[in-house]
């Protein structure tokens, strides 16, 4: 079973997608991986990855995918990179200049008799002029590295195994099931750990990760369900950063993050090069494509679309240029923008801050305005316990598949909903966060005329009592707190309070990912606190570098 699952992903793999679960596969051997090339740029010197093993030689490797022919090699550009990845040096800051190293050309395939003839030829004549020679590593080499370490890869317990096929085998046109997602990556990864939380086992926890999620993450790909792919790697870190627990593992554990994160960023490119099939996004599956679903499905593709942004912009990989050609199709979908529960809250103001940050201020305000009316809007519907899907209020547990699901079965069924069920809350994680982010910007007026709208509300947050817990799905112990707005409350208070975090409020080291932290609100919206908002709220100027 398992040499035939890695046989057909290799099979089918494309060469990007090959790159981190072989990056990975180096690092078990003991390499240390110190480049990789940029997404949507020019290889290298011919050099998709550069390594160093652990007796300190530096290793190039070139990657392509499926078999190999003469005519590949030739007419294909393979010769031609082939000879740069061998007479050019390496050109990296940690290398010295002249070092010698190892060249790799690796296939997921195999090479026909006349190729690997022309290749043996090829090494010979480069040996007779004292020149360095070719490595080829082919399908069956990496086959077999990946079922010797296949407990690095793929999980050997029984349930656990049975879990990871139910991952890669579900509905690829939707989400991961993310509670099942978060489970399965930490208890496969106990299996490295033990009752050793070492930095070598935390770096084999690492590796392990990195690599099962490569494979899981694959099947989205192949879809080009870049939404569901982006949210496995999320999903993945968030265990890694919780089976690392406290500081100073956790420290570690970000310096750990270099592959995972790279991923991120080339699949966010994949997914803005798709921006424009934004149209073909509707969730037919559903069988209902009403303004209410297509609204909800654009805000999920839009925030996502300028969360990429964000995130690319604050890593210097993606030029300003881009950004202002992809903003004039943001302003096209935005008034379908569709609230559905506090899930959608960090979709939404993914879009506040892209505009904020590039001038559209009258845009970006309307939308923080518009997200605080529609959250006043489902609150004000619950507590008259209207039983439409926009009055049952759903807390930031419940995402858009789970609600228009649940709301889909109670139309079927002809159901009122006559009192409110367990999703139903008339509290607000995000509101207090939002209302401070406004009083920020001085917009006093138009707080003012809703606030007793806004004081109708009460507030909530979570306190974990493990602070790692951060980082789970769901929490064993800790404690929910609400509290009502103070009576009268003061401008001057809200201006205050707008201004200063309490970092006492905040998981230990938050902001040190920095992007990387609105992606984990937005798989993650349930982990919101005020605060949490207001240090993503000041942190997200620091992440568009304009040219």
Same mark, same amino acid.
């Not at 579900?170 to 990556?185: C, H, M, V």
């Not at 858009?400 to 002809?414: M, T």
């Not at 909903?417 to 920020?440: A, D, H």
């Not at 910007?441 to 709208?453: G, M």
């Given at each position: 079973?398992?040499?035939?699952?890695?046989?057909?992903?290799?099979?089918?793999?494309?060469?990007?997608?090959?790159?981190?679960?072989?990056?990975?596969?180096?690092?078990?051997?003991?390499?240390?991986?110190?480049?990789?090339?940029?997404p949507?740029?020019p290889?290298?010197?011919?050099?998709?990855l550069?390594?160093?093993?652990s007796?300190?030689?530096?290793?190039?490797?070139?990657?392509?995918?499926?078999?190999?022919?003469?005519?590949?090699?030739?007419?294909?550009?393979?010769?031609?990179?082939?000879?740069?990845?061998?007479?050019?040096?390496?050109?990296?800051?940690?290398?010295?200049?002249?070092?010698p190293?190892?060249?790799?050309?690796?296939?997921?395939?195999?090479?026909?008799?006349?190729?690997?003839?022309?290749?043996?030829?090829?090494?010979?004549?480069?040996?007779?002029?004292?020149?360095?020679?070719?490595?080829?590593?082919?399908?069956?080499?990496?086959?077999e590295?990946?079922?010797?370490?296949?407990?690095?890869f793929?999980?050997?317990?029984?349930?656990l195994?049975?879990?990871?096929?139910?991952?890669?085998?579900?509905?690829?046109?939707?989400?991961?099931?993310?509670?099942?997602?978060f489970?399965?990556?930490?208890?496969?990864s106990?299996?490295?750990?033990?009752?050793?939380?070492?930095?070598?086992?935390?770096?084999?926890?690492?590796?392990?990760?990195?690599?099962?999620?490569?494979?899981?993450?694959?099947?989205?790909?192949?879809?080009?369900?870049?939404i569901?792919?982006l949210?496995?790697?999320?999903?993945?870190?968030?265990?890694?950063?919780?089976?690392?627990?406290?500081?100073? $593992?956790?420290?570690?554990? %970000? +310096?750990? *993050? #270099?592959?995972? @994160?790279?991923?991120?960023? =080339?699949?966010?490119?994949?997914?803005?090069?798709?921006f424009?099939?934004?149209?073909?996004?509707?969730?037919?599956?559903?069988?209902?494509?009403?303004?209410?679903?297509?609204?909800?499905?654009i805000?999920?593709?839009?925030?996502?679309a300028?969360?990429?942004?964000?995130?690319?912009?604050?890593?210097g990989?993606?030029?300003?240029?881009?950004?202002?050609?992809?903003?004039p199709?943001?302003?096209?979908?935005?008034?379908?923008?569709?609230?559905?529960?506090?899930?959608?809250?960090?979709?939404?103001?993914?879009?506040?801050?892209?505009?904020?940050?590039?001038?559209?201020?009258?845009t $970006?305000?309307?939308?923080? %305005? +518009?997200l *605080? #009316?529609?959250? @006043?809007?489902?609150?004000? =519907?619950?507590?008259?316990?209207?039983?439409?899907?926009?009055?049952?209020?759903?807390?930031?547990?419940?995402g858009?598949?789970?609600?228009?699901?649940?709301?889909?079965?109670?139309?079927?069924?002809?159901?009122?909903?006559?009192?409110?069920?367990?999703?139903r809350?008339?509290n607000?994680?995000?509101?207090?966060?939002?209302?401070?982010?406004?009083?920020?910007?001085?917009?006093?007026?138009?707080?003012?005329?809703?606030?007793?709208?806004?004081?109708?509300?009460?507030?909530?947050?979570?306190?974990?009592?493990?602070?790692?817990?951060?980082?789970?799905?769901?929490a064993?112990q800790? $404690?929910?707190?609400?509290?009502?707005?103070?009576?009268?409350?003061?401008?001057?208070?809200?201006?205050?309070?707008?201004?200063?975090?309490?970092d006492?409020?905040?998981?230990?080291?938050?902001?040190?990912?920095?992007?990387?932290h609105l992606?984990?609100?937005?798989?993650?919206p349930?982990?919101?606190?005020?605060?949490m908002?207001?240090?993503?709220?000041?942190?997200?100027s620091q992440?568009?570098?304009?040219?």
């Amino acid at each position: 079973m398992l040499e035939r699952l890695i046989e057909g992903w290799l099979t089918k793999v494309t060469e990007r997608q090959f790159e981190i679960p072989f990056g990975q596969l180096l690092s078990i051997q003991g390499h240390k991986v110190i480049h990789h090339a940029r997404p949507h740029g020019p290889m290298e010197q011919g050099k998709d990855l550069i390594s160093i093993d652990s007796l300190g030689v530096y290793h190039a490797y070139q990657l392509k995918q499926g078999d190999l022919t003469l005519e590949d090699w030739r007419s294909g550009g393979i010769k031609d990179q082939v000879a740069d990845m061998l007479d050019l040096d390496i050109q990296h800051p940690s290398v010295p200049a002249g070092s010698p190293y190892k060249s790799h050309l690796v296939t997921t395939g195999l090479l026909n008799d006349v190729l690997r003839q022309t290749l043996e030829q090829y090494n010979r004549t480069r040996e007779g002029k004292g020149q360095s020679t070719l490595d080829v590593i082919t399908k069956g080499h990496i086959k077999e590295q990946l079922l010797t370490s296949y407990n690095a890869f793929i999980p050997i317990d029984p349930e656990l195994f049975r879990d990871f096929l139910q991952l890669i085998t579900s509905d690829l046109k939707g989400l991961p099931e993310k509670k099942t997602l978060f489970n399965f990556y930490r208890a496969a990864s106990f299996q490295f750990l033990g009752d050793n939380p070492s930095k070598a086992n935390l770096k084999r926890v690492g590796d392990y990760l990195w690599l099962v999620t490569s494979h899981i993450s694959y099947f989205y790909e192949s879809s080009s369900n870049w939404i569901a792919a982006l949210e496995v790697w999320i999903v993945s870190i968030a265990a890694y950063m919780k089976i690392c627990g406290e500081p100073p $593992s956790a420290k570690l554990a %970000i +310096k750990d *993050l #270099s592959n995972p @994160l790279y991923k991120i960023s =080339l699949l966010m490119r994949l997914y803005l090069d798709d921006f424009d099939k934004l149209k073909d996004l509707h969730a037919e599956r559903f069988g209902l494509e009403d303004a209410y679903l297509i609204g909800s499905r654009i805000t999920v593709c839009l925030g996502w679309a300028a969360a990429s942004i964000l995130y690319l912009g604050s890593i210097g990989r993606i030029k300003d240029s881009e950004i202002l050609d992809l903003l004039p199709k943001f302003i096209k979908w935005l008034p379908l923008m569709q609230y559905w529960g506090e899930s959608a809250c960090p979709l939404f103001l993914s879009v506040v801050w892209i505009f904020k940050h590039y001038g559209a201020t009258n845009t $970006s305000e309307h939308y923080l %305005i +518009k997200l *605080l #009316s529609f959250q @006043l809007q489902s609150g004000r =519907l619950a507590r008259n316990k209207d039983p439409t899907l926009a009055g049952t209020y759903y807390d930031p547990y419940d995402g858009l598949e789970e609600i228009l699901i649940k709301s889909l079965e109670n139309q079927e069924r002809d159901i009122l909903i006559k009192n409110p069920s367990e999703n139903r809350v008339v509290n607000s994680y995000f509101l207090e966060g939002i209302v401070l982010m406004i009083t920020k910007r001085l917009w006093r007026q138009n707080l003012t005329a809703i606030w007793p709208q806004i004081s109708e509300m009460s507030l909530s947050c979570f306190r974990f009592k493990d602070p790692s817990d951060f980082w789970t799905w769901r929490a064993d112990q800790g $404690s929910e707190i609400s509290w009502e707005w103070s009576r009268p409350t003061s401008w001057a208070a809200l201006l205050k309070r707008s201004r200063s975090i309490d970092d006492e409020n905040l998981p230990l080291g938050y902001g040190g990912l920095g992007a990387f932290h609105l992606l984990h609100l937005i798989v993650f919206p349930h982990r919101v606190s005020t605060d949490m908002l207001l240090t993503i709220d000041n942190l997200s100027s620091q992440w568009i570098k304009r040219e």
